[in-house]
């Protein structure tokens, strides 16, 4: 059962799009792969490919893994203790992998964002 609202929350496409979910319906699926949006929702039909989220979404995860975990980390006396031959590679594995986890996420919820207000490619000039 389709839950298209008549207007947009914004809380609502925040929502949807964090959870991969196209966010006009909240049904379909918002990607086809890892980051490429489907052209339309396979549940309501609804143009998902009229929203570009660009770079946005590759900002705001750079701004939160470097706020939340990067500045935080040198807090911890073990990354000034242990050799840089250790910690240089875990800090890589880690971040890669917590940034690889987010984007797609976060692409989401911005996608839900542009959705909710209405911005799209027409829009963009
Ligand atoms: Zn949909």
Known sequence: MSKVP???????GIKRGLQHHCPNCGE???FGRYLKVQPECEA???DLS??????????????LVG??????AFFFPFMWETS??????????VLTTVVLLLLPRIKGGFIGLLWANRVTKDQAA
């Open 6 to 12: 008549s207007s947009r929350p914004v809380g609502l």
């Open 84 to 93: 840089p031959w250790i910690t240089v590679p875990a800090a890589l594995l």
């Open 44 to 46: 309501c039909g609804h």
């Open 28 to 30: 379909g699926e918002l």
């Open 50 to 63: 009229q929203y570009r989220a660009d770079d946005g979404p590759a900002y705001l995860t750079i701004l």
């Open 67 to 72: 706020h939340l975990l990067v500045a935080p």
